[in-house]
């Protein structure tokens, strides 16, 4: 055998050539768990993140109201809510001669919620607690009397 390892597997006879493996192989996944879960060093940063409910009918629409706090279903505060905007929901019908033609729904209509938080700013994403917001996720928003889900349209880091 080699002088590193004896006859057994053990780095100079002490400690095995699998326990070591498994060691640092825990070491790694912790690290991992740190990195991933810890929320980084950076200080909190103020940001806005634009949120669209679309097709929702519109006696929903009476709960949506600034100053809510806003929540995801998994519990994390995103934020206040600083603005819901109510736009009808455009939706193709067909016309007498087979052509489709864009309408105004009078049952659906789209909401748009400004909420404003404190987050942490990544190169890479701007994430409220370990809820990371990207542009085009989906999320469940829940707030006072409501539960909707609706797809990220804007994040962006605001000033003081």
Avoid: C
Avoid at 54 to 69: S, T, W, Y
Avoid at 133 to 138: D, H, I, K, S
């Amino acid at each position: 055998m080699s002088p590193f390892l004896d006859d057994r597997g053990r780095l100079f006879g002490k400690v095995s050539v699998v326990d070591l493996f498994v060691v640092v192989l825990l070491l790694a996944a912790a690290l991992f768990g740190y990195v991933r879960f810890a929320g980084g060093d950076s200080d909190p940063e103020r940001f806005r993140l634009t949120l669209v409910v679309e097709r929702l009918r519109d006696a929903n629409m009476v709960q949506f109201k600034a100053g809510d706090l806003a929540k995801d279903d998994g519990g994390t505060e995103l934020g206040d809510v600083v603005s819901v905007s109510i736009q009808p929901t455009i939706t193709e019908v067909p016309t007498a001669d087979g052509r489709l033609m864009s309408a105004e729904s009078i049952v659906y209509s789209d909401v748009v919620i400004v909420i404003e938080g404190m987050g942490r700013a990544s190169s890479s994403t701007i994430s409220a607690g370990s809820v990371p917001l990207r542009v085009g996720r989906n999320i469940t928003l829940i707030g006072p009397g409501y539960e909707v889900r609706g797809q990220i349209r804007g994040v962006e880091l605001i000033g003081e």
